[in-house]
């Protein structure tokens, strides 16, 4: 829709909109020389390193390169697409944004859809409340939701009566409640789609009704029943608890992927806020692309079944061929007879959050899962092995994860192979790229396979649990920062455990998770989801860095920025030139 906005429009609206004023209704700016600065609402940090130029237009942030202007800010921090961006900026300026005839046709018809369906949602929730709602009430109450939960998540109920809805309805809202399916037309005459069912409204990114799950109270043969597709509601596209996630965690750092409604909400009760579902009966890439432009980090957690299994390998599949570096996917099958719903009820919220740090990473998981009843010493299921694997690993695009796994799938085949690209030539003999080497069979030299330390980004909760285990004297300072951020629970539990056994150094520690059985089992999975462990060396610096941000790593990340956010340099602005000059020299001093 973007394309049906004059750019003339754009412009113009951007430059009636005060920057400062706009960034600074959300966050708190503080004012430095004509510029303002502030701590980074995209990424932790301790110091300010987001800076608003509103002589210029943009905002930079030197510690994660978040960049841009005012729409691209309301965009990042309210989650909109282009077209709401440019709307809510024009409400604000005192605009209307001058659409052409077709595509405000089409924008009015969105709203009127979605106006029917938040009423529907209104009535749902008011029948809850009444006589007829006693049932659904009964049946939250015994799968042990409080009433702060269900108003979160705006739970509801639909009447048994065939029409209630229906017959509740404005006039000018019934043809959108039938265009939408929420009423059926199929025999003839109106009828409500949703009947005896708790209902469950999907909501889009803005917080509008675009479809309903609804789950029986009778004996319906079908338990659970969602809205068909409509001009609002594409099942493939839409994230279930994805509006309540952004709203309760302002950053989203993951997202844990579960199967139903009920998970959802049970893991929301218990303050697992990032938990969220699919909508369907498979992970496929539409799902998939729509999650990933939310976060970069994404758990699933399914049932430890058969039918979990195959769900959590179709999404390992629909994966492949979006993973690129950057991205971290991890699994977590639960026990065989559980679901999210009934484990954190059992076992408590902090419990469950350990399974959800030890989750699998996708490359463990797949070599798990493609060696399964297989003996690798035996030539023949390592042959195997490789048949399962190598057209899986096709799929990936070229990145550093891709080679590193390929260097994996070889080395449990016990393979010395180099993997030639399938769209890389072969040389005129036809064997392949054999260089100097091992002998291959026909006496070429085969070039030995080149194991080289892959560089892998951690996240800051496993680097600082990383550092404590090489220098354990760095726990006071580690669990002073944990405390200002509470995405570092991994690392708080850890230094506060180290601190309250008086450990001094790395023997005692390692002597003690070895010998002292709770520690074992507190800890057993604290590294799981670390693929690549870095040298000590690159450990401490990291960890160090967190603790103890220097002007020199702000010097550096600013030079990094000026390098690489324009084209060439004829593309800086003189103040920019000179800005670079003055770095250079610092660097060279």
């Not at 965009?75 to 909109?80: K, M, Q, T």
Request: hydrophobic share 35%; charged share 30%; with cysteine.
């Amino acid at each position: 829709m973007s394309g049906l906005i004059p750019q003339r429009f754009v412009e113009d609206l951007l430059d009636r909109i005060d920057l400062a004023e706009l960034i600074g209704s959300r966050i708190t700016l503080k004012k430095a020389g004509g510029n303002y600065k502030a701590c980074c609402p995209f990424h932790d940090e301790k110091t300010p390193s987001f800076n608003v130029r509103p002589d210029k237009g943009f905002y930079h942030c030197f510690g994660c390169g978040a960049h841009g202007d005012a729409i691209s800010f309301v965009r990042e921090f309210d989650g909109l697409g282009f077209t709401d961006a440019v709307e809510e900026l024009a409400k604000r300026a005192g605009l209307e944004v001058p659409y052409d005839k077709t595509a405000r046709q089409e924008i009015q018809q969105a709203r009127t859809l979605t106006d029917a369906l938040d009423y529907a949602s209104q009535f749902y929730r008011q029948a809850l409340l009444g006589s007829q709602g006693a049932i659904a009430r009964d049946y939250l109450n015994q799968r042990g939701l409080d009433q702060g939960i269900i108003e979160r998540y705006q739970l509801g109920y639909a009447p048994g009566t065939g029409t209630a809805l229906f017959d509740s309805a404005p006039a000018d809202l019934r043809g959108p409640l039938l265009e939408t399916g929420t009423v059926s037309d199929r025999y003839g005459r109106p009828r409500d789609l949703f009947r005896n069912r708790v209902m469950f409204p999907i909501r889009n990114t803005r917080g509008r009704t675009v479809a309903f799950g609804g789950r029986t109270l009778g004996d319906d043969k079908a338990k659970y029943i969602n809205s068909p597709e409509s001009d609002v509601f594409h099942k493939s596209r839409e994230i279930y608890g994805l509006y309540e996630a952004k709203q309760a965690l302002r950053q989203l750092d993951r997202l844990l992927v579960v199967e139903g409604y009920m998970d959802v909400i049970a893991l929301a009760q218990y303050g697992i806020d990032f938990a969220v579902a699919t909508l369907g009966t498979a992970t496929n890439r539409d799902n998939l692309s729509a999650l990933l432009k939310q976060v970069r980090h994404l758990v699933f957690c399914f049932d430890g079944d058969a039918a979990g299994y195959r769900a959590a390998d179709r999404a390992m599949e629909n994966a492949l061929e979006l993973l690129t570096d950057g991205l971290h996917l991890q699994f977590l099958m639960l026990p065989d007879g559980e679901d999210p719903d009934t484990l954190v009820r059992k076992e408590g919220p902090e419990a469950f959050r350990q399974r959800i740090d030890g989750a699998t990473p996708l490359s463990r998981y797949l070599f798990n899962r493609q060696s399964e009843g297989l003996d690798l010493s035996l030539p023949e299921h390592r042959g195997e092995l490789r048949a399962r694997a190598e057209p899986l690993l096709n799929k990936m695009p070229k990145s550093t994860l891709r080679d590193a796994m390929w260097h994996e799938m070889l080395r449990l085949c016990g393979g010395r192979r180099e993997w030639q690209p399938r769209d890389n030539k072969r040389d005129n003999r036809g064997a392949g790229n054999f260089g100097r080497g091992d002998r291959g069979r026909f006496g070429d030299r085969r070039e030995r396979i080149r194991e080289e330390r892959i560089d892998v980004r951690l996240s800051k909760d496993s680097m600082l649990c990383l550092a404590l285990l090489e220098a354990p004297d760095l726990a006071a300072e580690v669990a002073e920062l944990c405390r200002s951020d509470r995405q570092l629970h991994q690392a708080r539990s850890f230094a506060e455990w180290i601190l309250g056994q008086q450990i001094a150094g790395q023997r005692q520690l390692l002597h003690t998770l070895a010998t002292d059985d709770a520690a074992r089992t507190r800890f057993y999975r604290l590294f799981d989801g670390i693929e690549h462990v870095p040298a000590r060396e690159k450990t401490l610096a990291g960890a160090r860095e967190l603790l103890t941000p220097d002007q020199e790593a702000s010097r550096k990340q600013r030079l990094g920025a000026l390098l690489t956010e324009k084209r060439s340099l004829a593309d800086l602005t003189e103040a920019e030139r000179n800005e670079l000059r003055a770095l250079s020299r610092q660097s060279e001093e």
